[in-house]
């Protein structure tokens, strides 16, 4: 009831300069954007991946995940997806190698160093390319690129790698803290300023971690698309 009701009074917001737009799922908004390549970089085994084959998306995925045996998972469940590619490595803000922390609970592994060190298991190192040298050799120009990362706190180093290539990414999915985990981790705030001084919109959010009982959101993801494509879909 309440969407019909939007939807009615859609004529007087865009005379507003809003719209009511509703989106099911990301591969709508993917599709909206026109976007044709997803890179997954933290992909740990699969999920996000899986996921989006399962919500209907169909175009290229490329994952990147450096922990070798969370690569293992990954490219075990995506051998038979001829359009799902992974490659095991880092990405960070120049090429090179990093030691990565390997928790227990490995989707907390992380290039840095968390506030709580329990439960770390070994340190390994990785090889770590940079996202400008990914798009550069490992997609094709004019494709349009939707860039995901989910990295434990490392996003920011991930985005100083991307300078070149920043006009070829359409659209990003950043996994946004409210609370550090993690030394020198970007927070919230920091992180919708960055994707704003380099012309991205947040285009919505989509709820993370949070406490169980307080209900207090400790991290959620946001969706950010490119100023020149929002313009052209709205």
Not at 113 to 129: M, T
Not at 170 to 186: D, R
Not at 206 to 223: A, N, S
């Amino acid at each position: 009831m309440f969407t019909k009701t939007l939807y009615k009074l859609r004529p007087f917001f865009q005379k507003l300069g809003f719209d009511v737009v509703r989106y099911k799922s990301l591969p709508e908004l993917l599709a909206a954007h026109r976007v044709d390549v997803v890179l997954d970089v933290g992909a740990n085994d699969g999920g996000y991946g899986g996921d989006l084959r399962a919500s209907g998306w169909q175009g290229e995925i490329i994952s990147f995940e450096p922990q070798p045996h969370a690569f293992a998972r990954l490219a075990e469940k995506s051998k038979c997806d001829h359009l799902w590619t992974c490659h095991q490595l880092g990405l960070g803000k120049e090429i090179g190698e990093l030691t990565m922390n390997i928790y227990e609970m490995d989707v907390l592994s992380s290039f840095l160093v968390k506030h709580d060190q329990a439960g770390l298991v070994e340190q390994v190192k990785v090889e770590v390319r940079t996202l400008d040298s990914v798009l550069a050799n490992l997609v094709a120009a004019g494709r349009r690129v939707f860039v995901k990362l989910d990295t434990q706190g490392f996003e920011r180093n991930i985005l100083k790698g991307c300078r070149a290539g920043t006009d070829r990414v359409i659209g990003w999915q950043l996994e946004m803290s409210v609370m550090p985990l993690y030394e020198k981790q970007m927070l919230i705030e920091q992180a919708i300023y960055v994707m704003r001084r380099r012309g991205y919109v947040l285009w919505k959010t989509v709820q993370g971690l949070r406490d169980p009982k307080t209900f207090q959101t400790y991290e959620m993801d946001g969706i950010f698309f490119s100023n020149a494509s929002s313009q052209k879909i709205r």
